[in-house]
């Protein structure tokens, strides 16, 4: 998983700007009037669409994005600007051209299917002043950026005058470009960094039929030698991300469940964009990108992913690095919001968990078996110390969370300094609140706040006082 504490990248998105509208309705009859379905429609809602779902992505994943595209003199780009603010996005670099459509596109979904999409939009190339006004704002933004993207959807503003005055400048900058790429001519990309065609848009551009190793190796480093690119990738749906920068490997995805494709384009070269700049090599940075992708063919729509949902994502494939299920209460209040919002139940549970046991496992196992998620409120060195004494503890607070993050059974941990998480218990407020058998006919710290309470019974004889002991015995033994 990715870890950018402390670094918030800034990302340039340039390219086609448009609105993805949704109408939603549930479909159980034809029409009298021709062999149609008739749609009852019950809601409509609109996403940012193209490059600005591109945007979207990168700002759900915490960066800062600044835009340059065009529209057009209509109510449609008035819509577009006010939900690019929305999302706190500059809106400085975009154009503003006459006779022009800003892109909007129109989707009928009854009953979690598709049934038809319309579009108004234009496809001519922007003028030559709105490119060079285009190139011109890079000039002034890029140096504060991390990272380019060029998000062509071949709606004439990735043209080849912008995209070659991008990547020059880039270049000039020491500053990387990647591109989603449109078209069968590639030679405007020439320079960038990366390009990220699927299979079929590689077949289309290099003129080769992908269907082995062989092939596919021969497509990117054709695709590298004619657009000298940095980076040579080929995007295969469920069979991952393929990458050739001087050596051709292969990173493989798994989807839970597929809803909708739509978007997951986007979803990759955001997510590609956002892990390089924060440090990532490329072959961590597709690995991110193909978790990103898995978790965004799960929804319906063009849609967005969180760094927590990649980390949610990645304990179900026990991939996950264990420092990425620490949480502080702020962040662990949103994740149960989000939680909740799903019907998942949470189970809550707290401890100094110092030298962990068998007996520690069992009772987490047990906790975990009541509920959907685990949240472990975890003492610091300074709590434990209140509680048992000043040699204690042995381990301390972040080694005993990242072994604690290690457990199948532990979703997130959040470590507490009070005297009790009654707090900690109140802002959670989990359906099952658990505790140790001990507790029996006792009054227990923060029930009020969860659904139920449920008691585990302890491993006889296992505890970590007990090793303590039995680790000093050996010690006098010794002696």
């Given amino acids: 998983m990715i870890n950018s504490v402390g670094k918030t990248p800034r990302i340039l998105v340039i390219g086609d700007l448009m609105i993805d509208h949704y109408l939603w309705g549930g479909c159980e009859r034809i029409s009298p009037e021709a062999p149609v379905q008739v749609v009852d429609i019950a809601r409509e809602t609109t996403v940012l669409g193209g490059a600005g779902n591109v945007i979207s992505n990168l700002a759900a994943l915490g960066a800062d994005v600044c835009v340059a595209g065009v529209v057009g003199d209509d109510e449609i780009a008035g819509e577009l600007l006010g939900m690019l603010s929305a999302l706190g996005v500059c809106t400085d670099g975009i154009v503003s051209q006459e006779n022009r459509k800003t892109s909007k596109k129109s989707r009928i979904i009854a009953s979690n299917q598709q049934i038809i999409r319309y579009d108004r939009e234009s496809k001519e190339a922007i003028s030559s002043l709105s490119a060079q006004k285009i190139v011109q704002y890079a000039k002034v933004t890029m140096g504060s950026c991390d990272a380019v993207v060029l998000s062509d959807y071949g709606k004439g503003v990735v043209t080849h005058e912008v995209a070659q005055g991008i990547i020059t400048l880039a270049r000039e900058m020491g500053k990387k470009v990647l591109v989603d790429p449109k078209g069968k001519d590639y030679t405007k990309y020439h320079g960038a960094y990366l390009l990220t065609p699927n299979k079929k848009e590689a077949q289309e551009a290099t003129g080769m039929l992908i269907n082995s190793e062989e092939s596919l190796k021969n497509a990117l480093e054709h695709l590298k030698r004619s657009c000298d690119l940095g980076c040579s990738m080929i995007t295969l749906s469920e069979d991952g991300i393929a990458v050739d920068d001087g050596t051709v490997r292969r990173f493989p995805t798994v989807a839970r469940e597929v809803f909708d494709v739509t978007g997951a384009g986007d ?50 494939l026990h991939q996950s690095d264990s420092r990425n299920h620490l949480k502080s209460t702020a962040q662990i209040v949103d994740i149960v919001t989000r939680l909740k919002a799903k019907k998942k139940r949470i189970v809550f549970t707290n401890g100094c968990f110092d030298i962990l046991h068998v007996g520690h496992v069992k009772y987490l196992q047990e906790a975990k078996s009541y509920g959907d998620v685990l949240i472990v409120g975890l003492n610091t060195d300074e709590s434990v110390r209140l509680l048992k004494g000043p040699t204690r503890p042995v381990n301390n607070e ?45 009054s227990v710290v923060g029930t009020e706040f969860a659904g139920e309470l449920r008691l585990v019974q302890f491993v006889d004889g296992k505890s970590t006082t007990a090793t303590i002991e039995k680790i000093n015995n050996s010690k006098e033994t010794l002696c």
Avoid at 285 to 290: I, P
Avoid at 401 to 412: H, K, N, P, S
Avoid at 414 to 440: C, H, N, R, W
């Fill in 398 to 442: 972040d080694d005993r969370a990242y072994i604690l993050g290690a457990l199948e059974a532990v979703d997130y941990i959040v470590l507490f300094g009070d005297e009790t998480p009654y707090e900690l218990i109140k802002s959670i407020a989990p359906d099952i609140l658990v505790k140790g058998g001990d507790y029996e006919g006792k």
């Fill in 267 to 316: 979803t990759v070269i955001a997510s590609l964009s956002y892990a390089l700049s924060v440090g990532m090599s490329i072959d961590d940075a597709s690995r991110f990108a193909n978790k990103a992708a898995a978790v965004v063919v799960g929804k319906i729509g063009s849609a967005t992913v969180t760094l927590d949902e990649i980390a949610e994502y990645e304990a179900t």
